[in-house]
Structures are given as C-alpha cells and as structure tokens.
C-alpha cells in the first residue's frame, strides 16, 4: 500500500460538479492499493498517516502529527501511484490490486482512521476526480507500508 501525503492549508475533490470532500488545514493522502496488501497493511499505513509528524511544533520544526495538531483529513483513492513507470512511455498498471480489492482496502483505511479522527472527508472510489489543494510547505512524502 502506498500513500502519498501532503501537508495542506485546505483541499477538496470534487466529482460531477459535486464537493464530495473537503477540509481546511491538515494532509491529504493519496492513496494507492497493491496486490499483496492486506487489512493489517491498511492498518499500519493509516497509523503511519496519523501519526507522522510532518507539522511544525513552537520552534518551528516538523514534530507534530496530524492527531497531534488536531487537524483534518482527505483520503483520495489513486491507483496510479502503482503504476510501472521503468519502461517506455506509457504506465503497466500490474502493481495495482483490482478495483474490487483496492475499494476493500481503501475503505478499510478509511475505517482504521475514522477510529482516531472524528471526521475523515473522501473522494470516490473510481469516479473521475478534481482535487484541489494548496500544499503547505510544501511538504509531501511517500509512504509505504
């Protein structure tokens, strides 16, 4: 499972002219399910998301997480952070589970991190998206789990 965040002053997805996420200050986490992954790889990596510290303390140095600042969360599901990109110049989708198995576990994240955060906001799973955000930093990092 791989999760690509990014520290945000606010983001929103929005699908058919519809917000269906959106949050002021927090991370946004792209989020990209693999063949092999199971619910405890989903677990993990949601721990990982909420407890990475990629916000500033009172000196100004990356030592809060996300629980710890009390911020908010937006979980988009991305396939194509599993794309192979080693050859050619076009993408082998291989290391991406199949949709029914990357919506199982997408959703599952989501559950994992709704037992921490009171609200997590969400894209939709296989639906055409526009995400909008403003990094904050920027600060982005890839996760694995």
Not at 59 to 80: C, H, I, K, W, Y
Not at 102 to 119: D, I, N, S
Request: charged fraction near 25%; hydrophobic fraction near 45%; charge should be negative.
């Amino acid at each position: 499972m791989i999760a690509l965040i990014q520290r945000v002053s606010e983001a929103s997805v929005t699908v058919d002219d519809k917000i269906t996420g959106a949050i002021a200050r927090g991370l946004v986490v792209f989020l990209a399910v693999q063949p092999d992954d199971t619910e405890a790889t989903a677990a993990r990596l949601a721990e990982r998301v909420l407890t990475y510290r990629v916000f500033p303390d009172e000196n100004d140095r990356m030592n809060r997480s996300l629980l710890d600042a009390g911020l908010e969360l937006l979980a988009v599901p991305q396939f194509t952070l599993a794309a192979d990109t080693r050859k050619g110049t076009r993408a082998s989708f291989t290391r991406a589970a199949p949709p029914e198995v990357g919506k199982q576990y997408f959703e599952h994240f989501v559950a994992e991190c709704g037992k921490r955060l009171p609200t997590i906001e969400t894209g939709v799973f296989g639906a055409n998206m526009q995400v909008k955000l403003i990094n904050d930093g920027p600060v982005t990092f890839w996760l694995e789990a």
